[in-house]
């Protein structure tokens, strides 16, 4: 009797111990981790609202930009507070997305749970319960490396459910909050401000500067002038670039999340796990190319 | 507070944007048949326009962050939560050693050993979090 009911125990725990330990989370931390490396590139651009606020409107001369307040008699004094308050936004919904993917690679990390029952076996004197239960030294030591993969497997399964009932309930304002800062990086940082600065104020200052002090300018002088524009140019291209390569990190997060929470039922199956190790290939490839481009500016 | 949405915030930085650059594309093609005074006086209307455009975009930027605090909000309740789920985690371990611990309690005690008493309460009240002074 006691040993069929020890028989059906082993069963059961065999059953329990294959069934939960499929639980492999690792896709979703790869890409939880590669998004928060991803999200870590806005500071590496090297330009924001307010540098171009200082470059621009506080040491005019490197630009060498007129003083147009002396045209139209009004006053414009380097005053940064509404480029710092965009930077602020900038930096609140990069600091939010981190904070909410670092969670979700924390949670998703297969060292979060590794219980170990070694100390509770040890202090357990198998002698001195002999008496109430026959059990033996090393079949103490297995109940202990079984109590250690089940209590680990059964968290590991908690630690799922928590994942999927989080990127369930998180969807929806993830998707709100990176498509806006999407939108603020891409539209208004680099389609406005970084356009702005290439394409019409640099050509606009050179020229200026130019046809004013063209009687004044050696040809040497001018082709020094002329270089420097070329490279300031190139400066911005390369800042443009950058800011590219973020928002297509930011498109791919956006998209994996989705995809994570379509599947949110699913997050083990083999075709799901290939699909997000794919988002955080692209993401690690546009991590990649940044890197290139940085290097390429600073030589 | 603006009066503008941050979508017409960013419409009109791209309006003012599109006129900077039809009045540089005009001045930089009609650079011959102007005086320099026309060309420089044109040239700062273009700085004060891009500087406007420039200027919109920042206060797109800000208003759309102020639109979608909601959202934000949200967000950071979840990071929260997962913070506290990870604690829960590490709180099984503290448990399992919580178990040990007390078994070591109990076995000096049984065994009337008075040093290791003394050290094994000492390392579970550390544990538990309780300062005991024997």
Redesign the interface.
């Known amino acids: 009797m006691f040993n069929k009911r020890r028989n059906y125990l082993a069963v059961n725990l065999i059953l329990l111990v294959s069934f939960t330990s499929c639980v492999n989370l690792q896709h979703v931390n790869k890409f939880a981790t590669t998004s928060v490396e991803a999200l870590a590139r806005q500071d590496d651009i090297g330009y924001s609202?307010t540098q171009?606020c200082l470059d621009f409107?506080c040491k005019k001369d490197i630009y060498h930009?007129?003083d147009?307040t002396k045209?139209?008699g009004k006053a414009?004094p380097c005053n940064c507070d509404?480029?710092k308050?965009?930077d602020?936004?900038?930096d609140?919904?990069n600091s939010?997305?981190t904070?909410?993917l670092?969670?979700?690679a924390?949670?998703s990390d297969s060292k979060?749970?590794n219980?170990?029952?070694d100390?509770?076996i040890?202090?357990?004197?198998v002698d001195?319960i002999a008496g109430q239960l026959k059990i033996t030294k090393p079949e103490m030591t297995s109940l202990g490396n079984l109590a250690t993969i089940i209590?680990n497997d059964l968290?590991n399964l908690?630690?799922k459910r928590?994942l999927k009932e989080?990127i369930k309930?998180?969807n929806?304002?993830?998707g709100?909050?990176i498509s806006?800062y999407r939108?603020?990086v891409n539209?208004?940082?680099k389609?406005?401000?970084l356009?702005?600065d290439l394409?019409?104020?640099l050509?606009?200052?050179y020229?200026?500067y130019f046809?004013?002090n063209a009687a004044l300018l050696s040809p040497l002088e001018k082709a020094r002038i002329y270089e420097e524009y070329l490279a300031r140019r190139a400066t911005f291209e390369t800042y443009k670039a950058l800011t590219a390569r973020l928002v297509f990190a930011l498109d791919e997060i956006k998209d994996g999340h989705n995809k994570l929470n379509e599947e949110s039922d699913h997050l083990t199956r083999n075709d799901l796990k290939q699909l997000i190790n794919e988002y955080s290939t692209d993401i690690r490839a546009a991590l990649g190319e940044f890197r290139k481009l940085k290097k390429s500016n600073q030589n | 507070m603006s009066v503008l949405t941050s979508d017409q915030l960013?419409q009109l930085?791209?309006d003012y944007?599109k006129i900077?650059?039809e009045l540089?594309k005009f001045?930089?093609e009609n650079?011959n048949n102007m005086s320099?005074t026309e060309?420089?006086?044109l040239?700062?209307r273009?700085?004060?326009i891009?500087?406007n455009?420039?200027?919109?975009?920042?206060?797109?930027?800000?208003q759309?962050?102020e639109?979608?605090s909601?959202?934000?909000n949200?967000?950071?309740d979840?990071?929260d939560?997962?913070?506290a789920?990870?604690k829960k985690?590490q709180k099984?371990?503290d448990i399992?050693?919580i178990?040990?611990?007390a078994?070591?309690v109990g076995?000096n005690i049984?065994s009337g050993n008075l040093k290791g008493t003394v050290q094994s309460i000492g390392e579970f009240a550390k544990k538990i979090g309780v300062a005991v002074k024997i």
């Open positions: 609202f171009h409107e930009i007129p147009v045209d139209f414009a509404t480029f308050k965009a602020d936004a900038l609140l919904f939010v997305l904070a909410y670092t969670g979700l924390n949670l979060a749970v219980y170990n029952f100390n509770l040890k202090a357990v004197d001195e209590s968290m908690y630690r928590k989080i309930k998180s929806t304002d993830f709100i909050v806006a939108k603020c539209d208004f940082f389609n406005v401000l356009d702005n394409n019409i104020t050509p606009n200052l020229s200026t046809i004013t | 960013g930085a791209k944007q900077a650059s540089l001045k930089l650079a320099i060309f420089q006086d040239g700062s273009i700085t004060l891009v500087h455009s420039n200027i919109l975009a920042a206060m797109a930027t800000y759309t962050a639109d979608i909601d959202s934000l949200t967000l950071t979840s990071a939560k997962i913070d789920t990870l985690i099984v371990q399992i050693d178990a040990a611990m078994i070591n076995t049984l």
